[in-house]
Nanobody, 124 residues
Framework: QVQLVESGEGLVQSGGSLRLSCAAS????????MGWFRQAPGKEREFVAA????????NYADFVQGRFAISRDNAKNMVYLQMNSLKPEDTAVYYC?????????????????WGQGTQVTVSS
């Protein structure tokens, strides 16, 4: 059974940084792409970033604008999202997801498994 567990929840001021982590278990982690999505209150879930199975290709949403970086450690079955220059509009629940694909995807339907989410709150 695949499990994804996010951590790194926090409250930060505008301009601050947070690092989210996601621990995966249940199948061969290095075979699959990983993604981060987010959902703010009253809004639909949206793509943030994704990384290929080997970690050599990453895609980002336009709103990231160089502020976030996704990475993975296949030896530890971990994926990370480093978030810098945070803005109040980044406030949301952040979810990690694991796909059946090896290439990174921005489409939520390409992901088979989801974590429970972790809250990120950015104050102005």
């Amino acid at each position: 059974q695949v499990q994804l567990v996010e951590s790194g929840e926090g409250l930060v001021q505008s301009g601050g940084s947070l690092r989210l982590s996601c621990a995966a278990s249940g199948r061969t982690f290095s075979d699959y792409s990983m993604g981060w999505f987010r959902q703010a209150p009253g809004k639909e879930r949206e793509f943030v970033a994704a990384i290929s199975w080997r970690g050599d290709v990453a895609n980002y949403a336009d709103f990231v604008q160089g502020r976030f970086a996704i990475s993975r450690d296949n030896a530890k079955n971990m994926v990370y999202l480093q978030m810098n220059s945070l803005k109040p509009e980044d406030t949301a629940v952040y979810y990690c997801a694991q796909g059946p694909l090896r290439r990174p995807s921005s489409y939520y339907g390409d992901y088979s498994y989801w974590g429970q989410g972790t809250q990120v709150t950015v104050s102005s």
